[in-house]
């Protein structure tokens, strides 16, 4: 039945690539007229044409974006390969029932279920792997408007009885936090909405009685809204009003604070984690015995992120990874009484950088990456290396969960060809064995090979970890049509990872690339700061060395090659088509920033600051200027097919972003190639998208790069 299915979609497929040669032209795209606004900066003016188009309440911007989806809508649905794309993703992300997202507390086990065509995943409880599931929470429950909303956060008390769950609705991140019993699913009458979200994310860890916890808040402004920014740490106990929970910790600190938070196993220290915006590093501090928080940590430090703790207690201490002598990390045990610098290391730093810390009885287990690549490691209490888990090559570590005080041990992986699956680990042999819990793929993998290769890079100072997948078969004389793809920004690490709807890609003969670039944190905190501020131009550089290898070693050449990022890869793609538009045939860019000036002024802009700078420097301005990829667009060069996606409920990039961009590049592009807006209502940055959004969105993406790659 594969092959058949296989078969059918390529004959549909190949038709439909030669139909295509009627749209080559230019489109006729929704007038945008040019209203020229100027800033100046430190004695440099600089002209905006398309400011008009930042505001979203104004019906003249509505009618624009629009006509901009309408034309990119109709254009996608024209094209003959459309329909058995549809046909053929659906089937392929029709999977049998996905789980995630496990906490284990003594017998307890908490997790996601998702079994598509499901809108959104529920919270199911089970004891042990031997007990049965239950759902505590199913978001169908709680719909609005018909549609449910989707669960973010989960935080399971001490003993296992509570889970502590955000919801928000349509991708706004706005979350609402509650409390179920994981026994009996009953929803307690905890309910705090405005918990935070977006680029303040909820923050929440238990006391260790399990009857309350510290929580964060987004602040209350004077007309009753809430404020995205400056969000602070409150004290709730069960069963009281959220209005009268006592305030902790956070006036006085940065607007752009974003907390992470852990309490010891006996409940006697507790810690907090405060980064000051996107992608930079944080300060710490811990409590004993109820005294005040103390600061035991610096940004210089070089300890967590906005993304991630960068630690967590084992014992009474606080085990901490830092960068700050090893680009890779060493763990660092900071006891009571002590500061990071007084601290013992527990790890050492090695090869591998250090990502994460799991307590399990009698010590801890490490998440590990080698270059985007997972692995994982088990230590004694005293930091002694007992094992190096059993994890395959080019696969990422999606569970590695147990608890402190004993019990089942649960380590999860999936890879690009392998959907994910729990194993149970033994600690004393080092061996795992099915728990029967995993994910199966309708789509027949075993004709896909993944490979890794090392491409230098353009100044010759680092070889990139790039990972290409394709079948077996695939045409190898450079007309492949191949999807890059990147991120490269805030020290986040790439990964490899399964996603069933690429089958319905690579079937067809095309190629699948990611590049590990510089940017994120595959190699650690220097590859971060390799491309960040002022070399942020870095990244861009490091997707051409990936693009010119792919083209020189068989695979997609510049005409049979797209690009994609999303987010800060957004970012990466309107910086690499401006830079190097010869390079790629097509590019989809997803919920992206371009207009480096303008983004601080947003409601999360300034969260971004540390990664891509301050206009309000002037030491910055001038590369800023030069970076920003609404800036570098120049009338009459020939830019390649470019697809941006966007969000209306967007709360982390502006949608105004694409708006301007495209409207620059359909006013100055050169070339025949269709310049489109495709503006999403219903949907924010993606976080919590539904299954058909999922699945509908995958199939605009496939659509696009196969209208412009073959």
Request: hydrophobic share 40%; net charge neutral.
């Amino acid at each position: 039945m594969i092959a058949v299915r296989i078969l059918g979609i390529a004959a549909s497929l190949s038709l439909g690539a030669s139909a295509f040669a009627f749209a080559a032209g230019p489109l006729a795209y929704p007038p945008a007229p040019q209203r020229v606004v100027t800033d100046t900066y430190f004695g440099t003016t600089v002209a905006d044409p398309y400011r008009w188009l930042e505001d979203p309440k104004s019906p003249e911007v509505r009618a624009w974006a629009t006509a901009e989806t309408k034309l990119t809508r109709a254009f996608l649905d024209a094209q003959p390969t459309r329909a058995a794309y549809a046909k053929r993703v659906t089937e392929l992300n029709t999977t049998s029932t996905e789980r995630f997202g496990l906490r284990i507390r003594g017998t307890r086990w908490i997790y996601f279920r998702l079994t598509p065509p499901q809108a959104q995943p529920v919270l199911v409880s089970r004891d042990g792997l031997a007990g049965a599931e239950h759902v505590i929470f199913d978001p169908a429950s709680m719909k609005q408007n018909g549609t449910p909303p989707a669960v973010d956060s989960t935080f399971l008390s001490p003993d296992g009885s509570r889970l502590a769950f955000t919801t928000q609705f349509g991708g706004s991140e706005d979350e609402t936090l509650r409390v179920v019993d994981t026994a009996t699913g009953a929803l307690s009458s905890d309910v705090v909405a405005h918990a935070g979200g977006g680029e303040s994310p909820v923050a929440l860890t238990w006391d260790a009685d399990g009857k309350g916890f510290l929580r964060t808040q987004w602040p209350k402004n004077a007309d009753g809204s809430y404020a995205t920014a400056g969000i602070l740490i409150y004290h709730h106990v069960l069963g009281t009003d959220p209005t009268r929970d006592t305030y902790v910790f956070g006036k006085g600190l940065s607007p752009r604070a974003e907390y992470r938070l852990a309490t010891s196993e006996s409940g006697d220290a507790q810690a907090i984690s405060v980064a000051d915006g996107d992608g930079v590093h944080a300060t710490v501090y811990v409590r004993r015995g109820g005294a005040a928080f103390a600061r035991v940590a610096t940004p210089e430090d070089a300890i967590g992120d906005s993304d991630d703790f960068g630690g967590t207690f084992v014992g009474d201490e606080l085990a901490v990874i830092s960068k700050k002598r090893d680009s890779r990390g060493e763990v660092v045990a900071i006891g009571p009484g002590q500061t990071f610098a007084t601290g013992r290391i527990l790890v050492p730093a090695s090869p591998l950088v250090i990502e994460g810390i799991v307590p399990i009885a009698g010590g801890f287990m490490t998440r590990d990456v080698d270059g985007g690549d997972g692995a994982a490691r088990l230590f004694g209490v005293d930091g002694t290396l007992r094992q190096t888990l059993p994890i395959p090559k080019i696969s990422t570590v999606t569970a590695l969960a147990g608890d402190p005080q004993g019990g089942s041990i649960v380590i999860g992986y999936f890879d690009y060809t392998t959907p994910n699956k729990w194993l149970l680990y033994d600690p004393a042999t080092n061996a795992v064995k099915a728990t029967g819990i995993e994910t199966t793929s309708k789509g027949d993998f075993s004709n896909i090979v993944a490979e890794r290769v090392f491409v230098p890079s353009l100044d010759g100072k680092v070889k990139i970890p790039l990972e290409i997948v394709r079948a077996k078969n695939a045409k190898t004389d450079g007309t492949a049509p191949t999807i890059l793809t990147a991120y490269g920004a805030y020290g986040t690490i790439s990964r490899p990872g399964f996603n069933a709807s690429l089958l319905a890609w690579l079937e067809h003969g095309g190629v699948f690339a990611q590049a590990m670039i510089r940017g994120g944190g595959e190699y650690g905190e220097a590859w971060h700061q390799a491309a960040r501020l002022q070399t942020k131009t870095t990244s861009s550089d490091d997707v051409a060395a990936c693009a010119k290898w792919l083209g020189s070693n068989g695979f997609g050449t510049a005409k049979h090659l797209g690009i994609d990022g999303v987010s800060a890869g957004g970012f990466l793609m309107g910086l690499a088509l401006t830079r190097d538009p010869g390079l790629y045939r097509a590019v989809l860019s997803e919920v992206g920033i371009y207009d480096l000036l303008r983004v601080e002024l947003t409601p999360n802009g300034a969260f971004n600051t540390p990664e891509f700078g301050t206009v309000k420097d002037a030491t910055q301005f001038p590369w800023m200027l030069q970076q920003s990829p609404y800036h570098r667009v120049v009338r009459g060069r020939a830019y390649p097919a470019v697809m941006m996606t966007t969000g209306e409920n967007d709360p982390r990039v502006d949608p105004y972003m694409s708006r301007k961009m495209i409207a620059r590049l359909q006013a100055d592009n050169a070339s025949p190639y269709p310049i489109l807006l495709l503006q999403r209502s219903g949907e924010g940055h993606g976080i919590g998208n539904s299954f058909d959004q999922r699945v509908a969105n995958m199939v605009d993406r496939l659509t696009f790069f196969e209208s412009q790659l073959r």
